[in-house]
């Protein structure tokens, strides 16, 4: 995630579905188009479900990636 630019970022540790969706659907909401958002998680569904919510929602998912016991993504506002 260190070579991306980021606009803004959530840490959703120790949050289960769908917590985490739900608060970063509210944060972007309060961001501009174009914006990043990065967003830390530890629900291990949050991987594929960061995925389907963009999909659906047209936010971009530009990175996704696990380390540990860490999820980060990185999603630009539509």
């Known amino acids: ?7 803004e970022s959530i840490d959703l540790s120790g949050l289960n579905c769908p917590l985490p969706i739900l608060k ?17 998680a530890t ?3 949050s991987y594929d479900d960061f995925q389907y919510f963009c999909s659906h929602s047209g936010h971009k998912l530009i990175s996704r990636e696990k380390k540990d ?3 980060n993504f990185l999603i630009e506002r539509e």
């Not at 972007?28 to 967003?39: A, D, F």
């Open 1 to 7: 995630m260190d070579d991306y630019d980021i606009d």
């Open 24 to 40: 970063t659907k509210k944060k972007l909401s309060s961001m501009s188009s174009g914006e990043r958002l990065l967003v830390v």
């Open 43 to 45: 629900d291990p569904g």
């Open 69 to 71: 016991e860490m999820y």
